[in-house]
């Protein structure tokens, strides 16, 4: 009961909040909640460290940018066109690696994001190191303008919803059982007879695509595809947000990623905007040192202790 009065008050706070903040900065909030979220999918429940879901975000971001501005695609398929694009990116990237275990895999996706990258890089319709520029918004089922912020928050904020109810669907399933058996003990769950690369792959797939939602939809936000979507440090940045929110969590990936973009925004335009890396680097390690579990993790253990 006390989860779902929590629910609630999110909901209620995420449906007011772009009337006291600023609504640019809440939807590349939601993008990122949703990145983390997805990629903890196969981190946290599935115990696979991927370094290339990088790939995933910018070629969603890319293709739904070509999708609208060259082919005019309305938003809502041009997102779910970049949507499925990365879901069958990660289906030929995760037949590779899924054989492999450990850091193994993790070089692997690295190796083949990075592939991507370069590819991004001297394509003709990414538009190179300018990035692709001057994506349309257009209009949500052909009458919301979505040029609107307060329109285009409340778009992004279904999205993420729908998003975010899958994971949670999947995780409560029993293919997140069996996932969650696969990290814990996975000669155990081969005894037991299940197909281990299987479910492994269908993670890996459904994380991708999801990533690939994020990607598109920040997309539209900013109308613009750039190289920092693809870039390896996209990967590193969505790892951090999982680990510090709380590994194998439901909502410490999203809380990760809002405290990772709220200290982006605000130490950039301060004295310390040259550093911020640093600062985000410090964080971590204090992460790792004192709070093992994640934000989130660490109050649930308090809360558990207590009551």
């Known amino acids: 009961m006390n989860s779902k009065i929590a629910y609630l008050i999110a909901i209620a706070l995420l449906l007011v909040a772009p009337f006291v903040i600023y609504p640019v900065f809440l939807m590349k909030l939601l993008c990122f909640a949703l990145f983390a979220s997805a990629f903890n999918l196969i981190l946290g429940y599935g115990g ?183 870039h390896w440090h996209m990967s590193g940045e969505v790892v951090l947000m999982t680990l510090l929110g709380g590994l194998g969590t439901i909502v410490g990936p999203a809380v990760g990623a809002g405290v990772i973009i709220t200290l982006q925004n605000y130490l950039a335009s301060g004295p310390l905007g040259a550093w911020v890396p640093v600062v985000l680097g410090v964080i971590f390690v204090l992460c790792v040192l004192a709070f093992r579990r994640g934000i989130v993790g660490e109050l649930r253990e308090m809360l558990r202790k207590s009551f």
Do not use: C
Request: charged share 10%.
């Open 48 to 230: 696979l460290l991927s370094f290339g879901h990088a790939a995933f975000f910018g070629g969603a971001a890319y293709v739904t940018g070509h999708a609208l501005k060259v082919w005019g695609l309305p938003t809502e398929l041009g997102i779910l066109v970049g949507a499925i694009t990365a879901g069958v990116l990660s289906l030929a990237i995760g037949l590779l690696a899924i054989r492999r275990q450990g850091i193994y895999f993790a070089m692997i996706t690295l190796a083949m994001a990075q592939m991507v990258y370069f590819l991004f890089i001297s394509a003709d319709f990414t538009g190179g190191e300018n990035g692709l520029q001057g994506v349309p918004r257009g209009t949500a089922l052909g009458l919301i303008d979505l040029q609107d912020n307060v329109n285009m928050y409340y778009f992004v904020l279904a999205i993420f919803a729908v998003g975010f109810f899958v994971i949670a669907r999947a995780v409560h399933s029993p293919f997140g059982q069996v996932l969650s058996a696969i990290r814990d003990n996975e000669d155990r769950a081969t005894s037991l007879g299940y197909d281990v690369d299987r479910y492994k792959l269908l993670a890996f797939v459904l994380s991708a695509t999801l990533a690939g939602l994020a990607g598109a939809t920040k997309t539209v936000v900013f109308q613009l595809a750039s190289l920092t979507d693809a």
